[in-house]
């Protein structure tokens, strides 16, 4: 009966209409584009265009108050000799490779979290992910407090045991640390939830199977929950990397204009933000941003190729 | 699975994908395209030109001192009331990030109708058209520029345009404390003072975590009043030449750079990026402090300090000098109500917004005679000594564009103050940056 039904149903639609059915097609996707609209457009003026003009720019020298000139390849070669260049570069890719650190403890953290049976578990959850829905404004002024190395938390605490702390901020040789370590507490939340979505896929019986086969708690961990997580892992680490290297708010918060410990701590996007808006220097702020984007993008490409080598897809 | 997607015809499908990849790669070079077409400027307004208007007007009016914002909004308070048609909103950004977000706004189109300015940053704004001249509003009101003291009216006059109407003027002194002072068992300091005695005293007031001076790196406040002391100068009369290499500006520094390196009787420049100076002195953490007029109503707000602190003239080096420096207010060229923010600004000009400045006890004010007012406003303080100083005092340095190299010399005097390098070194550095940044500078009207 229900074959008979089919084999008529898809013969009357054999015979329906070819304007019919097109006609149901564009009005399907007039409302498709209809509804994507309002984000293709934001997408489109406020992230796709500025980075065209962005482009134009970094080819063109900019007077105080606007207007510019074309100035063809000069920033570019000014760029790649510059020294200012080359340590913030150098400053970047250190904050990038410490902030990376919060991948291997919110695992731990996760792993800790998602045991059966925990309680107060969403009470954990909740107090891990307040820094990362904290302004990070607010993040980095109250850390800057904790940090002043006469009257902060962290100089007082030192003081107990008789350590003689330095200016966690203002040294150049801490300061770059003491941001990259506010860094990672604010993203280890958002690290963590992601790694516990990841972990509720991992099936049970591969824990069981292995417990029967006398694996312990840490065995388990490292041959079962890493290999399953790496999907998300690769993904963790590839959103996390791409944000280090963009960091500003932090550096220019805790670490301000006047800061002797500048030089040692300022990222390439905050001497991006200093050469655009403080020195009015907009093409070569371009051409740094142009810069970053290269980084970035071979950054991402050879992850992406050493995807193959660890990333276990089921 | 129901057959219901079929292949659409063949020819449809690829004109469409034709032009659908057509429009896509389109688009990119049409915005390259758009982007290279910048939007040209349009000329500036002036008081004649602006339409009328029937409804209520908003202006805003940009400064980014938080502690003379009581004194600012008595002053729009009487404002609005007399023209209960202007409506001002007063926008306060903090001094670092003021001028960035001036300069950005300017180039926007969108900068405050009216603001704050200050001579550093003047003759920038000026050369650039940024600012409303007022020389024909100001002939025509009858306005008297003498009423104003004139280092200030200069510094706010290009070419043949006055652009501001001046606001304050300041001086610095030695501010110190009182209770530190008696407990190290010093006399106050008083008028007679050398750069010798001031070490001595702070040498005799650092124990503890308290020191006996801070040596900022602000150069108001420390170097640009123990360089001309010293015979020396910051920049030349004519803008064209650099100071800093001589050698009576290089021991205007070290002054400095020894206090903390030599004498240890400062805080390290960590130790005052980490905490305000101000704050450490408000607080008792040092003996002596060069501060400016504008401070009082600071220290006026702290209990401990309204108690133990007083201020007497600087000390004094081979002659006596000091800097000072005075706001204006000005109009944005690009204002859409000029006419109205010229009442605004001839009302913060006149007398009666000097007098509430001066009541407040926020700054002293430029308008003669209202001076009075302002250093009876805080009794526990000797204010008068800032208006004694006006006698030997020189106007900021400045040059058509000053933050090019003041900045630079602020940043890179930071190696001179933590030792990393000997400060006649850094300032023959910044000397030859400035001399280079002069060189490239338009010259002035005549």
């Known amino acids: 009966m229900v074959v008979v039904t089919e084999q008529v149903r898809s013969e009357q639609r054999a015979v329906r209409p070819r304007r019919q059915r097109s006609a149901r097609r564009r009005l399907e ?11 293709v457009i934001g997408l489109g003026v406020f992230s796709i265009w500025p980075i065209f003009r962005t482009f134009y720019y970094s080819f063109t020298l900019w007077g105080a108050f606007g207007g510019h000139t074309w100035d063809g390849l000069t920033n570019y070669r000014t760029l790649f000799s510059d020294s200012e260049v080359l340590r913030a570069l150098r400053n970047t890719i250190v904050f990038a490779a410490l902030s990376l650190l919060s991948v291997p403890i919110g695992i731990v953290v996760s792993a800790l979290l998602n045991r059966p049976g925990l309680r107060g578990l969403s009470v954990y959850r909740t107090l891990y992910f307040i820094p990362v829905i904290t302004l990070p404004a607010a993040v980095a002024l109250m850390w800057k407090f904790v940090y002043n190395g006469d009257y902060g938390p962290v100089t007082q605490f030192l003081k107990l045991f008789g350590i003689h702390g330095p200016h966690w901020t203002s040294n150049p040789s801490t300061a770059l640390y003491a941001v990259a370590i506010v860094a990672i507490w604010s993203s280890i939340g958002y690290n963590m939830v992601l790694f516990l979505a990841g972990m509720q896929t991992i099936p049970r019986h591969l824990y069981e199977a292995a417990e029967i086969d006398g694996a312990g708690r840490i065995r388990q ?94 | 699975m129901l057959p219901d997607q079929s292949p659409a015809p063949a020819s449809a499908s690829t004109k469409k994908q034709v032009t659908r990849r057509t429009v896509l790669s389109a688009v990119p070079a049409a915005m390259l395209m758009t982007a290279a077409a910048c939007g040209g400027s349009s000329s500036g307004s002036s008081i004649d030109s ?43 950004t903090p001094w670092d990030s003021y001028w ?59 070419g043949k345009d006055i652009y501001a109407l001046p606001k304050d003027i300041d001086s610095i002194a030695l501010w110190y404390n009182k209770k530190l002072f008696a407990e190290a068992g010093l006399r106050a300091p008083d008028s007679s003072w050398g750069w010798s005695d001031l070490l001595n005293a702070a040498k005799r007031l650092t ?107 600087m000390p004094q080096g081979k002659t006596r000098k000091t800097v000072s420096n005075g706001l204006g207010n000005v109009i944005f060229a690009k204002t859409k109500y000029p006419r109205e923010a010229w009442k605004f600004v001839s009302f913060l000009g006149s007398r009666r917004a000097a007098e509430i400045q001066a009541e407040t006890g926020a700054v002293i004010p430029a308008t003669k005679g209202t001076q009075e007012t302002w250093v009876k406003s805080t009794p526990q303080f000797h204010l008068q000594t800032f208006v004694d100083e006006f006698q030997y005092n020189y106007s900021f340095p400045v040059s058509v564009n000053t933050p090019v190299w003041r900045d630079y010399a602020t940043k890179t005097l930071a190696d001179a103050w933590t030792g990393k390098r000997p400060t006649a070194e850094v300032a023959k550095d910044i000397a030859k940056q400035m001399n280079g940044a002069l060189a490239k500078e338009p010259s002035r009207p005549a």
């Open chain 1, 29 to 39: 996707a007039r409302w498709g584009w209809l509804l994507i609209a309002p984000s």
């Open chain 1, 221 to 314: 961990f490292f041959t079962i929950t890493l290999p399953m997580l790496s999907p998300t892992i690769f993904f963790v680490t590839v959103i996390g990397v791409i944000n280090a290297l963009q960091a500003f708010d932090l550096i220019y918060v805790m670490i301000g204009k006047n800061n002797p410990a500048l030089n040692d701590s300022e990222t390439i996007v905050y001497l991006f933000y200093d050469k655009a808006f403080v020195q009015s220097n907009g093409g070569y702020a371009a051409a740094i941003a142009f810069l970053l984007l290269g980084i970035i993008i071979v950054f991402t490409g050879c992850q992406f190729w050493l995807q193959k080598k660890w990333v276990h897809y089921e």
């Open chain 2, 50 to 92: 602006e339409k009328s208007h029937s409804g209520p007007v908003t202006l805003t009016y940009g400064l980014w001192d938080d502690t003379q914002l009581p004194a600012m909004k008595k002053i729009i308070d009487e404002f609005e009331k007399a023209n209960p048609k202007i409506h001002i909103r007063p926008a306060v």
């Open chain 2, 100 to 158: 960035t977000k001036l300069q950005t706004a300017a180039t926007g189109g969108s900068a405050p109708d009216v603001f704050w300015m200050t001579l550093a940053y003047f003759q920038l704004y000026a050369s650039n058209k940024i600012l409303m001249p007022l020389t024909k509003p100001v002939q025509d009101a009858k306005i008297d520029m003498s009423q104003y003291e004139p280092a200030i009216t200069k510094g706010y006059t290009w």
């Open chain 2, 207 to 313: 124990k503890g975590n308290v020191h006996g001076i801070a040596a900022q790196l602000s150069d108001q406040q420390s170097y640009y009043n123990t360089i001309p002391q010293n015979d020396g100068w910051v920049i030349s009369g004519d803008g064209k030449k650099s100071g800093y290499d001589m050698p009576a500006a290089i021991e205007g520094l070290q002054f400095w750079t020894d206090m903390i390196n030599k004498y240890q009787v400062s805080p390290t420049l960590q130790q005052m990026t980490d905490t305000d100076p101000q704050q450490m002195f408000g607080s008792g953490k040092l003996g002596m402090y060069y501060g400016g007029s504008w401070e009082s109503i600071a220290f006026k707000a702290i209990p401990y300090a309204l108690d133990n602190i007083d201020v007497v003239p």
